[in-house]
């Protein structure tokens, strides 16, 4: 784990679960295994307070345990998934993405998950249902029906999972004869076979539109028979959880198409989109390129609505073939033409353009030009650089030195001796894509620690000001519940002066902006992280 | 390996004009001090992409951030009351405890190590227990049972709070030991409440006044 993850982690943590889950996360990150005791130890905290926190932590999918170096008769030993909280990162994306597929039901369902970590179908489509109903109007409810079909849909698409069955770890029965995982290798959600299956649940009913009037007795029954009713529905122990991979996958599908439509055209982004779409099922996560799709068939799963005539495919087809990008590849001539899409190189193609654009924000074009050289022709003596990007050579040194100064650029020996004497040998620049998306991950990651800090530097420099504004708020609301006249309403709210208001407009403003680029950040941190991913898969 | 030295002005022993500057120049000063905080940028960045999925990423983010401070996962770790026992913590329940969780997690899929207790609301607790005690009695003793269950009932609330306090108690002492130890030494003089330096016994009040006549005592 590297330091800049480390932070960013112990930053996430803090903001979704605080203090005392991050000291506890922060220390088990670092030191990687630990037993419960161990770990009380080293964090000083009370044991009841790591005990809650790892409960957290398990809870969300973060923290794996297991049995731990001596054996199963030894204490559990707990671990920490950094990936897993650095996703929490992505969130917003995930919760868009499920409502511009599934609508507002689905949104809803994918939240409620997030947030909770692992849910039962039933008490999800319960507490969605009550939250749509508290948002319609009068009088209407959300059928329990709606919300189950919308969790199904999400189940056979696969942006939902079961959690993976636990083998009883820790436990003081004697279950000798099961191994017990090894805290080091945690099973796989995907390799057990009801992984996405439903279970049959006796569900049925409408949400329930909490009202105020209502006083804490009807939430105390209401609450005693819920829990009543979870036990009668029938699936007590199958937990659901968000699976993440799913929705990377249609990220990087998102992106590949987005590229085409850039490069190419509207029509062609088209072509892509259902070439991936009639492939995502039988396509492996990790795969190199999709299956080969015959020409006929992508004319048959076209939307008519495209308007593509047949002739027009195949000239739009090898278009795609012939583009330097190389996202779609031709692998034979059977049915009109057997096409593929490159993935991992598609997504090496995306990365690259990443780097290139970097470069090209913060030196200039010119040294952008040097780059998208050096990653072309990958090695070249100083005064082949300057000839082949025709600059001069004393501008060219400079841009040069200031990239190698960045660790953008690498130096690379070649003797003519065995004694590395300089005036006999060659110094080539080089640029290694790999090694310099990594380190441009680090830079991202240190960006996003670096904003939240300031975040929580201007929220807590303007502490004052902003609980002000929060209880006048408070007040308004009530004088407008209790319809109040409107020179109350005008007298509270001049409360807070003129110059006040716009201090609180100017920090809206800059927390929005702040937010908002750790969003945009984000979306590198996704590509570069695919990109890396899929080099090391396909090795 | 011996090569030509050079005669005269110093020779590089390699070609300089493959590094870019020429004889004369001088070489760049070598840096002293570590890069600076902000580093001044050549060029602006970029503005921010903006329409309409950003702001709704956006508001989803600063939602999720917000409701999350609510939920029974966010952990605070209980405050530890450095002075008196009130009368009025019996009734202050909105304190999280650092012996209870405050949400059920299925304790099937997590070690039993981790198991803590589950908080429930206090009225449910109290509202349990006189139904637990058997109700009998023909109605000549029936005033005289209530006063023995009423007893009984104000007996096991008091233990289980003495419970609580105990339990409570352990746990300020495992974090506070340092506090302790700055009462320890005056208390053990006389094992009296009393800070003794501050204790002024009145033995030393004859034997003063003799040596200073000239300061009134009054």
Redesign the interface.
């Known amino acids: 784990m590297t330091v800049q993850e480390v932070r960013l982690c112990g930053l996430l943590l803090q903001?979704?679960?605080?203090?005392?889950?991050e000291k506890v996360g922060t220390h088990l990150i670092r030191s990687g295994v630990l037993t419960?005791r161990a770990l009380a130890y080293e964090t000083k905290?009370?044991l009841?307070?790591v005990?809650?926190?790892?409960?957290?932590l398990?809870?969300?999918g973060m923290c794996t345990?297991g049995a731990g170096r001596r054996g199963p008769a030894g204490?559990?030993e707990y671990r920490i998934n950094c990936e897993s909280i650095i996703h929490m990162l992505r969130?917003?994306?995930y919760?868009?993405t499920a409502k511009s597929l599934y609508g507002d039901t689905g949104e809803l369902i994918v939240?409620e998950i997030l947030?909770?970590?692992?849910m039962t179908m039933s008490s999800t489509v319960r507490t969605v249902a009550d939250r749509l109903t508290n948002n319609m109007p009068e009088g209407q409810s959300m059928d329990y029906s709606e919300v189950v079909s919308a969790f199904s849909r999400l189940v056979e698409t696969h942006f939902l999972q079961r959690?993976p069955p636990?083998a009883s770890?820790?436990?003081?029965s004697s279950t000798l004869d099961t191994p017990l995982p090894a805290a080091t290798q945690p099973t796989e959600p995907e390799s057990h076979p009801d992984c996405y299956k439903l279970p049959y649940i006796n569900l049925t009913g409408q949400g329930k539109r909490r009202r105020s009037s209502e006083g804490g007795e009807a939430d105390?029954r209401a609450a005693k028979k819920a829990r009543t009713d979870n036990s009668e529905c029938g699936d007590d122990?199958i937990?659901w959880q968000v699976n993440f991979q799913r929705f990377h996958l249609h990220f990087r599908d998102q992106a590949i198409i987005s590229a085409v439509s850039c490069k190419l055209d509207q029509s062609s982004s088209e072509i892509v989109r259902t070439m991936l779409r009639m492939s995502e099922v039988t396509t492996p996560a990790h795969a190199a390129f999709t299956q080969a799709l015959s020409s006929n068939e992508i004319f048959r799963a076209l939307q008519s609505s495209y308007n593509i005539a047949r002739p027009n495919l195949d000239q739009y087809l090898s278009l795609l073939v012939d583009d330097p990008m190389e996202f779609v590849g031709k692998t034979g001539d059977s049915g009109g033409g057997m096409y593929v899409v490159n993935l991992h190189r598609a997504l090496a193609n995306l990365a690259r353009a990443t780097l290139e654009s970097v470069v090209q924000?913060?030196?200039?074009s010119r040294s952008a030009r040097i780059f998208r050289l050096l990653l072309r022709k990958r090695h070249l003596?100083?005064?082949q650089v300057e000839d082949f990007a025709m600059i001069p050579?004393?501008e060219a040194?400079d841009m040069l030195y200031t990239l190698l100064s960045e660790n953008l650029v690498q130096l690379q020996e070649i003797p003519k001796t065995p004694?590395y004497?300089?005036?006999r040998?060659f110094?080539l620049y080089t640029v290694n894509q790999l090694p310099t998306a990594r380190l441009l991950l680090q830079h991202c990651y240190k960006t996003v620690c670096n904003l939240i800090e300031r975040r929580l530097y201007e929220t807590k420099e303007n502490k004052r000001l902003l609980e002000k504004s929060q209880r006048i708020e408070a007040i308004l609301a009530s004088l407008q519940a209790t319809e109040a006249e409107a020179a109350q309403l005008t007298e509270v709210e001049e409360m807070i002066t003129v110059p006040e208001r716009q201090q609180l407009e100017s920090l809206r403003h800059h927390i929005?902006?702040l937010?908002?680029?750790?969003?945009?950040v984000d979306e590198s941190i996704f590509l570069l992280e695919s990109y890396i991913k899929s080099t090391q898969a396909s090795r | 390996?011996a090569g030509n030295r050079g005669r005269g002005r110093s020779q590089?022993?390699?070609?300089v004009d493959?590094?870019?500057?020429g004889r004369g120049d001088s070489l760049p000063s070598s840096a002293q001090t570590p890069s600076p905080l902000f580093p001044p940028?050549?060029?602006r960045?970029?503005p921010?992409?903006t329409g309409e999925?950003?702001d709704?990423?956006?508001a989803?983010?600063?939602e999720?951030?917000a409701?999350?401070k609510n939920?029974p996962?966010?952990?605070?770790?209980a405050r530890t009351k450095t002075d008196v026992a009130r009368y009025s913590d019996k009734y202050q329940n909105g304190e999280p405890k650092?012996?209870c969780?405050e949400w059920s997690?299925?304790w099937?899929?997590?070690?039993?190590?981790?198991?803590?207790k589950v908080r429930k609301?206090r009225?449910?607790a109290i509202g349990a227990r006189p139904q637990l005690t058997p109700k009998v009695a023909a109605k000549k003793e029936e005033v005289l049972q209530k006063l023995e269950t009423l007893e009984k009932r104000e007996e096991e609330q008091h233990s289980e709070e003495e419970e609580d306090e105990e339990k409570k108690k352990k746990?300020d002492e495992?974090?506070e030991p340092d506090a302790d130890e700055d009462y320890d030494e005056e208390e053990l003089e006389d094992e009296t409440d009393y800070i003794m330096s501050y204790f002024d016994n009145g033995e030393d009040f004859g034997a003063d006044s003799d040596d200073n006549m000239d300061e009134a005592v009054y």
């Open positions: 903001q979704h679960f605080g203090n005392v889950v419960l905290l009370p009841d307070l005990k809650k926190s790892l409960c957290v398990v809870q969300h345990f204490p559990v969130y917003p994306r919760i868009y939240e947030q909770r970590g692992q959690c636990l770890a820790g436990s003081s105390q122990g937990h924000e913060r030196f200039g003596e100083q005064k050579a004393k040194k004694d004497a300089p005036s040998t110094y929005n902006k937010d908002s680029s750790e969003n945009q | 390996m590089f022993t390699f070609n493959a590094l870019g500057f940028m050549q060029f960045p970029v921010l992409h999925e950003v709704y990423m956006l989803l983010k600063q999720l951030r409701s999350s939920l996962f966010h952990i605070k770790a650092n012996n969780i997690p299925d099937s899929r997590m070690p039993k190590e981790l198991c803590i609301t009225k449910t746990n495992e974090e």
